[in-house]
């Protein structure tokens, strides 16, 4: 049964969300960003595995007790028997690994868009599907990598598009952190223990940050990774899963890039890097400092690009993702809510008979894929001490 609606302009989007409930952190983030601009409104959702604490929490979300399902199933099954000017146009995903495929392919072929948690799924096979999913009933499908859409991450990604600091040469990015030391085994995990579960999880500190820097990566310098070599290493005592890891990649025979990602890093909170070497100069971020873009020349000064929307320096892509004025802290949820508004336009252009584009300016299920292959090759070349593994196709 299709969802598809000719939307009028000048109503929300209704938003379905999963996941959330209780002290669960991005689902509430999820509910923020896509609000943030008036543009959808969240009027249903399975906001826990347990139908007892979905039902509870959904008055702290604004949910009618009508549209707080205990189960996907049941609220695909409840929006479907709905007018279709009253059943939601899209569903956010905001649960553990483990689940994002079934809940998605079951939205999708619901006929409802759909907002993804990284990384997409736990297989390649997995993956895989949900890509022909997508293809089959040209829903939108957006993966919530939310530091794509942070204002300087989206300037940067221009400027090296528009050749500002010439031919790429090299790529680095480190995700660095240190939530995990001092961490005992714990038999009964409290919120956020299922990452450490390999069932759950499907890897460690490789799909929890190593992903985020992979793809910010591809993002930024618009090259294809063909192969990977990788080292990953578990150091907390009784732990089931890498929090330690170094990655290579190669962009055909020419570009190098380099990752290195820890979740066992004293006294790091959440450093996440970028710089970009080219042959006319290179370009710096950090998303502890997330307003600044530094811009290396040899021979020149050094330069501190700030978020400033008026500033002759910024590029239409920095500008436009901007949403208030310069010396303001800008960041985690307007990034987010960037990511959001950028699915929003997709999905009225489809609902309104236009084709998008599959080269978007946020994370599809493309690099959704792309994003578990890289896991699974990093995977396999650590088991084989690092030998290359091809990012092109998986035996």
């Given at each position: 049964?299709?969802?598809?609606?000719?939307?009028?302009?000048?109503?929300?989007?209704?938003?379905?969300?999963?996941?959330?409930?209780?002290?669960?952190?991005?689902?509430?983030?999820?509910?923020?960003?896509?609000?943030?601009?008036?543009?959808?409104?969240?009027?249903?959702?399975?906001?826990?595995?347990?139908?007892?604490?979905?039902?509870?929490?959904?008055?702290?979300?604004?949910?009618?007790?009508?549209?707080?399902?205990?189960?996907?199933?049941?609220?695909?099954?409840?929006?479907?028997?709905?007018?279709?000017?009253?059943?939601?146009?899209?569903?956010?995903?905001?649960?553990?690994?483990?689940?994002?495929?079934?809940?998605?392919?079951?939205?999708?072929?619901?006929?409802?868009?759909?907002?993804?948690?990284?990384?997409?799924?736990?297989?390649?096979?997995?993956?895989?599907?949900?890509?022909?999913?997508?293809?089959?009933?040209?829903?939108?499908?957006?993966?919530?990598?939310?530091?794509?859409?942070?204002?300087?991450?989206?300037?940067?990604?221009?400027?090296?598009?528009?050749?500002?600091?010439?031919?790429?040469?090299?790529?680095?990015?480190?995700?660095?952190?240190?939530?995990?030391?001092?961490?005992?085994?714990?038999?009964?995990?409290?919120?956020?223990?299922?990452?450490?579960?390999?069932?759950?999880?499907?890897?460690?500190?490789?799909?929890?940050?190593?992903?985020?820097?992979?793809?910010?990566?591809?993002?930024?310098?618009?090259?294809?990774?063909?192969?990977?070599?990788?080292?990953?290493?578990?150091?907390?005592?009784?732990?089931?899963?890498?929090?330690?890891?170094?990655?290579?990649?190669?962009?055909?025979?020419?570009?190098?890039?380099?990752?290195?990602?820890?979740?066992?890093?004293?006294?790091?909170?959440?450093?996440?890097?970028?710089?970009?070497?080219?042959?006319?100069?290179?370009?710096?971020?950090?998303?502890?400092?997330?307003?600044?873009?530094?811009?290396?020349?040899?021979?020149?000064?050094?330069?501190?690009?700030?978020?400033?929307?008026?500033?002759?320096?910024?590029?239409?892509?920095?500008?436009?993702?901007?949403?208030?004025?310069?010396?303001?802290?800008?960041?985690?949820?307007?990034?987010?809510?960037?990511?959001?508004?950028?699915?929003?336009?997709?999905?009225?252009?489809?609902?309104?008979?236009?084709?998008?584009d599959k080269k978007t300016c946020y994370p599809n299920v493309y690099d959704g894929a792309a994003g578990v292959r890289f896991v699974q090759?990093?995977?396999?070349?650590?088991?084989?001490?690092?030998?290359?593994?091809?990012?092109?196709?998986?035996?």
């Amino acid at each position: 049964m299709s969802n598809a609606i000719n939307y009028p302009l000048d109503r929300k989007l209704r938003m379905a969300l999963v996941g959330g409930a209780g002290a669960a952190f991005i689902g509430r983030v999820h509910a923020t960003a896509a609000q943030l601009d008036g543009r959808a409104e969240l009027v249903a959702g399975v906001l826990s595995s347990n139908p007892e604490k979905a039902r509870l929490a959904a008055p702290s979300f604004g949910i009618a007790d009508a549209r707080a399902y205990g189960s996907v199933g049941e609220m695909i099954e409840s929006e479907l028997a709905l007018p279709e000017d009253q059943r939601i146009d899209f569903v956010s995903i905001a649960t553990p690994n483990f689940t994002h495929y079934e809940i998605a392919r079951a939205s999708l072929e619901a006929g409802f868009d759909v907002f993804c948690d990284k990384p997409m799924t736990t297989t390649v096979q997995d993956a895989d599907e949900l890509v022909s999913v997508v293809e089959k009933t040209g829903a939108v499908f957006v993966l919530t990598h939310n530091y794509t859409g942070y204002p300087m991450i989206r300037q940067a990604r221009e400027m090296v598009a528009n050749g500002d600091i010439g031919e790429i040469q090299a790529v680095r990015s480190n995700y660095i952190q240190g939530w995990m030391c001092g961490l005992k085994p714990d038999p009964n995990p409290p919120r956020g223990g299922w990452k450490t579960d390999p069932a759950k999880a499907g890897s460690g500190s490789l799909g929890d940050v190593g992903t985020h820097a992979y793809n910010l990566i591809c993002y930024v310098t618009g090259l294809t990774a063909t192969e990977v070599s990788a080292s990953l290493r578990t150091y907390q005592p009784g732990g089931q899963l890498d929090d330690y890891g170094q990655a290579t990649i190669a962009f055909g025979d020419s570009q190098l890039g380099t990752i290195t990602f820890s979740q066992i890093s004293h006294g790091r909170l959440n450093d996440l890097s970028l710089e970009v070497d080219g042959t006319k100069g290179a370009l710096l971020w950090r998303q502890e400092q997330p307003n600044e873009l530094t811009v290396r020349r040899t021979g020149q000064a050094t330069q501190i690009y700030e978020r400033h929307p008026p500033a002759a320096y910024m590029n239409g892509s920095g500008r436009n993702a901007c949403r208030i004025a310069g010396g303001h802290p800008e960041g985690f949820f307007e990034a987010f809510a960037n990511i959001y508004n950028a699915g929003f336009d997709d999905i009225i252009r489809r609902a309104s008979g236009g084709v998008c584009d599959k080269k978007t300016c946020y994370p599809n299920v493309y690099d959704g894929a792309a994003g578990v292959r890289f896991v699974q090759a990093c995977q396999t070349s650590s088991n084989e001490r690092g030998c290359w593994k091809s990012l092109l196709q998986l035996m």
